[in-house]
């Protein structure tokens, strides 16, 4: 009886260690084609993304959706067509074709669309990156560059900006605005002017 015991334990460790070796040396080299697509689509957009990132280094997801937190009480979705996590990187998605609609308290509604950007899931922090076009009711903000700090009340728009209201349109390097009181903090980052357009 005690000889079948300790055949029965044996087997038993047996079956443990080699489970143990399949799980940590041979899964991680043989991955399934649907946890990691950079094997059959390497990230390597040239063009109106530029996102170089070799195989490997990155997860890659199509139409992903996030929801966050901006100003602390008002709601946000971001949406992307392609979206990468670097293994390196994991808090922050690398997206491209983005779209965020930004709900206030108000009621307004913001869409800020560009062609790539950052999402940060960790403080849901949003950058946007080329082509940024951000409206609000008449609003329209045209720019290369837009920063979403989940904990400010503004959003930062830099970079060739153009913003165009029912009141008129204006170009600068950088624009602060607020969206729920629909204030502007306009600067150069030279001693050119502000050119603005007003109409009456």
Known sequence: MKFNVKI??????SIGFFLIIITYF???ENKPNNLNVLEKNPISKEGKNNININAGEANYFQNVEYEGVYNINNFFTVNSVDAYIL???PDEVFMTDMLVTLTLNSGKIVLIASDSGIYNKLNYNVFFKDNVKATEGSTVILSDNL????D???ALVYNNVIL???RGSMRADQVNYDFEKEVYKVSMFTEDRIKVKVIE
């Open 164 to 166: 165009e209201d029912a």
């Open 152 to 154: 400010e009340d503004y």
């Open 147 to 150: 920063d979403l700090f989940a």
């Open 8 to 13: 029965i334990q044996l087997l038993l460790a």
């Open 26 to 28: 041979y899964f991680p």
């Open 87 to 89: 293994k390196a990187k």
